[in-house]
Structure formats: structure tokens, C-alpha cells
């Protein structure tokens, strides 16, 4: 989207050089750097924002100086701006607008946004990316560059399904490899006036290259007291298939319930409340499914065990002697399976 020169205003002293640079101060000794004042750089939620400051000049003076540093022009916006030229300044980049007629616009739904630095404090940049974002940060000695790439998520905040979906698909983001998923819900919500969750299915499923996951609620028709949660499970190496159920889960209260306010029904599923001693059970066994998305008519493994140890300091392991029916919880049950992300 911009790529220009920062420039800098830059003491040296034999191996060491002090220097403003993109707002921030940075100290380098020798062949590594520090950074002493912090620049403008956040990225929080889904949210960046990254004022360039630019320093044009290229005098130099050497004994005694002074240097005054003055605003020549007013901020301007770089993005979601539409061309490669804002007002007299002009930089090169073949992307903008993205290359394909596809105009800049707020927010990026999709993709990443990457900054990149390139600068002799280049390894206090890194460092100073890495504190302030979730990001992926990398450095490139031979370049003296520093670059942090940041992935955008999907959706934001509430959303109607008609208009994220795209090939049947909805794409989940921000879990971070080597740590096991500790929020995992969703509320379905009908449209004010709408018809209510009458012989309702919903639920999610993932693949990979060796896991499948799915789960699917169901609320009967007619008016019912209760509703179904099934869960499951393969792995496609070993052909394992593993299969969890509640077909009597209490519709009014709990962590997979209805709830009625407005004129509008909401479908709340929370796989991650309570704890493998107080959560919603489920039972070990045939689940015999409708309206599952993946196909899971092969036979389960009726002599199982289930351990997790994951990086995060979670430590619990399950085992069980007794076949064909065996209870763990919903929130056991989700953060055991789910570790890898959708």
C-alpha cells in the first residue's frame, strides 16, 4: 500500500548512533539496537494504526550542530485511499489499489497486512513489533529488514451467515499453534419476527489432513422440553471414529440452551462452560445422526483412550474400562478435539 523512505536525523559516535526514526528513538552499538522512545505502532483487536513519519532531508554536519526538525505538511491518509498518489507525493507499488480494480476499503476482511522496515535499528524494530502485536515477526539480516505480518480475522463482532459464508464455508482465525482453545461458542440468533428454531440443526465441522470434527445441535419440532448435542470425531490416519451424545440437554438453562427476548430466539451454544466435573455430559456411544455435514456411518472404537498434554500447562488424561458408554464433558470434550484450529 506505501512504501517510501523513512529517513532518519542520526548521531554517531564511533560505533554507536543514536537516531529518530519513524517517531521512535533507537540506539545501535555495534551490531545490535535497542529502541529508547517508542513510535506510534498499535495493533489492538482488529485495528492498526501506523502514522509514517517521514524525515526528507539529507544534510549532514559533523563537530558541534544543532538540528531543528520542523512539520512541513499536514497528515494524510495512505489507506483506504485509492491510488498509488496522494496530493504531491507519489510512491511505487504495483498493489494499489491491490492490482485487480479491487478498490481499498475498511476493514480488511480477509488476507493479512505486512509491514516491513528497513533500517539500521532494523533488530529494535523486530523487538518493538513483537511487544506490541500478535503478529508474525520475522528479520532478514542480509537486508536489515524487519517485518511483522499481521492476519486479519474474518468477522468481527455480530454477522448474518448470508453474508460471510462463501462455499458453504466460514473461515475461523486467530488460534495461535501450541495452545489449546478455551472459548468456543456461538449464539444463533432468528430475525425479529422470524420463525423460531422449529427442527433446527446447526453445528460446525473441520478437516485437516489427518482430523475431522464435527458437532450438531438439534431442537425438535414441536414444542419440546429438551434438545440434542452430538459430537464427533475421526482420525484419518488410523480410521479411529470416535461419537458423543445428550439427546435430553434442558432447552431452558445450561450451556446449550434457547432463550427468548424481543420477539427473537437465540440458540446459545457454549462448548467450553464448566469444567470435566460440572459441564454438560455426553455419552460415549452410536450417535446415530441427521443432517450431519461430514459422513459418519462408520463403526466408533469401542476401547478408547483419550489424553491430552498440551503446552499451555494443561495436563489431564482420560481413561476408561467400561464399553460402549463412557460420559466426559462438553468443555472436556471440545478443548481435547478442537486444539487444532478450523
Known sequence: MYNASLGSVSYRNDDTVIGYQGGGVWERRGNGSVMRSPPEFNYRGATLTLPVMRVTSDSRESGQTTAVVTRQSDSRQVFPNASASDGDEDWSDEGAPYGDDTAYENPVTSGNVS???????????????????????????????????????????????????????????????????????????????????????????????????????????????????????????????HEWSNTSVDIDSGPVRIEESGGTSKLIVDLTAGDENDGLNLTYGDANPDETELDWDDPLDEDVEFGHEGEDGETRTFTETTRRRRTCSAATTSRNLATSSP
Not at 529488514?145 to 454477522?159: S, W
Not at 456461538?186 to 453445528?203: A, I, K, R, W
Open 115 to 241: 509491514v516491513t522496515v528497513k533500517s539500521q535499528f532494523y533488530q529494535a524494530w523486530a523487538e518493538y513489533f513483537r511487544t506490541r502485536t500478535t503478529g508474525e515477526v520475522s528479520v532478514d539480516h542480509d537486508k536489515h529488514q524487519a517485518r511483522v505480518k499481521l492476519t486479519t480475522v474474518d468477522t468481527v463482532g455480530e454477522f448474518t451467515l448470508n453474508d460471510v459464508i462463501s462455499n458453504d464455508r466460514l473461515t475461523a482465525r486467530g488460534q495461535a499453534p501450541g495452545h489449546s482453545l478455551t472459548d468456543f461458542n456461538v449464539t444463533f440468533q432468528t430475525e425479529s419476527g422470524g420463525s423460531d428454531f422449529n427442527n433446527y440443526y446447526g453445528g460446525f465441522y473441520m478437516e485437516s489432513d489427518y482430523h475431522q470434527f464435527e458437532y450438531l445441535v438439534h431442537v425438535p419440532g414441536g414444542n419440546p422440553d429438551t434438545l440434542e448435542l452430538h459430537m464427533f470425531y475421526r482420525d484419518k490416519r488410523t480410521g479411529e471414529q
